[in-house]
């Protein structure tokens, strides 16, 4: 990692490389010991220093060890694959990468050891409590040409949600906003008055046990967009942990799945231009799910 070049605004942003590193680490790495040991060091291998005064544009090499990690259950079930592409159905609760408190425990790396690919890498988003479609490339050659399609968004998305009924909501609806989230804060928000940003189609598409199941159709790709587009619809998504507020979940706390599923992808391939369409291989309603085998 590096350290940030000096704003000319914030000249002294931080006193010293130890104020930094705790500013840069979430409050449950201990940045103290870590200090302590000497486990960080800088290009020349030299260990720096709590009170080293802080230098701009100066990379710091650091060995992280791996907390223990529930086991997520639920099998992560690859729907097809190819030279180019693994398109898997992700259980909910799995991060896609390997990040925070979720390393060992993700897509990236329980596939990168199952299927001895040690460059698959994600090609696209998806909340580690969705479930359903994640397409990833075999090889960092393909990403290139697939990442631009999301990009161009020339792939077809559709997602299906479990939600509150509403008779007076007229449907379909397409509902058009400007969505913003900031670095460190659990939920995004609605920017009233501000430029779109963030568009979806809103279909019921049935009934399920007195709740609607909702095609969610985007055209854009903000964090949490589905979530906030149903929560403003005055329906939001059944088990959602943010929305409407913030619910104090543990983390091997997998009874209650958020029940949002990426269904279908569909795309023209950047490679050899045929059509291809993948379905997810889970319905609603999402259930708590035994461990994998």
């Known amino acids: 990692m590096r350290t940030p070049d000096r704003d000319p605004a914030r000249p002294h942003p931080w006193p010293t490389m130890g104020a930094w590193l705790r500013q840069r680490f979430p409050e449950y790495v201990d940045v103290d010991g870590m200090l302590a040991e000497r486990r960080f060091v800088d290009g020349d291998g030299r260990a720096v220093r709590d009170d080293d005064p802080y230098r701009p544009h100066r ?25 180019r592409l693994v398109v898997v159905d992700k259980p909910p609760f799995l991060s896609s990468i390997p990040r925070g408190r979720h390393v060992r425990e993700s897509v990236v790396v329980r596939l990168r050891a199952a299927l001895d690919l040690p460059e698959l890498s994600p090609l696209h988003r998806l909340d580690r409590v969705t479930s359903g479609l994640l397409m990833l490339a075999t090889e960092r050659r393909w990403r290139g040409p697939y990442q631009s399609v999301f990009e161009r968004r020339e792939v077809h998305k559709t997602y299906r ?42 279909e019921l598409e049935s009934q399920l046990d007195g709740l ?75 259930t708590a799910e035994p461990p994998a085998a």
């Open 59 to 83: 990379f710091v090499w650091f060995h992280r060890e791996l907390r223990d990690e529930p086991p997520v259950p639920g099998e992560l079930r690859v729907v097809h694959r190819d030279e």
């Open 161 to 202: 949600a479990l939600a509150p009924l509403r008779d007076d909501l007229a449907l379909p609806v397409v509902v058009r906003n400007h969505i913003r989230k900031e670095r460190g804060d659990w939920q995004a928000h609605v920017i009233a008055d501000a430029p779109v940003n963030a568009e979806t189609l809103v």
């Open 212 to 286: 609607g199941v909702y095609r969610l159709t985007p055209r854009t790709g903000r964090t949490h967009q589905l979530r906030l587009h149903l929560l403003g619809l005055g329906i939001p998504i059944v088990g959602d942990p943010l929305y409407p507020v913030v619910r104090d979940v543990a983390v091997d706390d997998f009874a209650h799945p958020l029940q949002l599923l990426a269904g279908e992808l569909a795309f023209t391939d950047p490679i050899d231009g045929t059509a291809r369409t993948f379905h997810a291989t889970r319905r609603l309603p999402l």
